[in-house]
C-alpha cells in the first residue's frame, strides 16, 4: 500500500522541482543574447594547466 501511495506521489513531486521555463518575475528569457563561452573554457584551462604544475610540483 505505501509503495502504490508513493508511486502515485512520486511523478508530482518530480514535476513540481522542474525549473522553469521563465524567471520567477515573468520575465521572458532572451535567446537573442550571445553566450560568450570561450571565456569560461579559458578560464577552466588554465586552472587545469595550474592544477597539472601542482601535481608536477
Do not use: F
Not at 19 to 33: H, K, M, Q, V
Amino acid at each position: 500500500m505505501t509503495k502504490s501511495i508513493l508511486l502515485l506521489i512520486l511523478p508530482a513531486l518530480l514535476t513540481a522541482c522542474q525549473a522553469s521555463e521563465t524567471p520567477a518575475d515573468g520575465a521572458a528569457l532572451n535567446d537573442s543574447a550571445a553566450v560568450d563561452t570561450g571565456v569560461d573554457e579559458r578560464a577552466i584551462r588554465g586552472q587545469i594547466d595550474q592544477w597539472g604544475q601542482l601535481v608536477k610540483a
